[in-house]
Nanobody, 123 residues
Framework: QVQLVESGGGLVQAGGSLRLSCAAS????????MGWFRQAPGKERELVAR????????YYADSVKGRFTISRDNAKNTVYLQMNSLKPEDTAVYYC????????????????WGQGTQVTVSS
């Protein structure tokens, strides 16, 4: 079992920045690929960014490429999402997720989820 706890969400003006953190506990963090997803009201949960176990491989959704950066610190059992140049359309609940093995793109492929943190970007 892996427990994930997100933090760092909040209200920010368009153009601002936030850094989300996801602290993991339980099994060895470095065994898991990590992903950040988001879900806006009335929309499906979508992948924002993911990172391999080692941190060498990353993927970003086109909508956030160049603005968001995923990173991980295996010594601290934490994955981060740095979000810059935020837009109102980035407003959503953001979730971190973990899966053993290689990274994946769809939500159902992830085994463990945090409770989510709200990000609201005002125009």
């Amino acid at each position: 079992q892996v427990q994930l706890v997100e933090s760092g969400g909040g209200l920010v003006q368009a153009g601002g920045s936030l850094r989300l953190s996801c602290a993991a506990s339980g099994r060895t963090f470095s065994w898991y690929a990590m992903g950040w997803f988001r879900q806006a009201p009335g929309k499906e949960r979508e992948l924002v960014a993911r990172m391999s176990m080692s941190g060498r491989l990353v993927y970003y959704a086109d909508s956030v490429k160049g603005r968001f950066t995923i990173s991980r610190d295996n010594a601290k059992n934490t994955v981060y999402l740095q979000m810059n140049s935020l837009k109102p359309e980035d407003t959503a609940v953001y979730y971190c997720a973990a899966r053993s093995g290689a990274g994946a793109t769809t939500a159902y492929e992830y085994d463990y989820w945090g409770q989510g943190t709200q990000v609201t970007v005002s125009s």
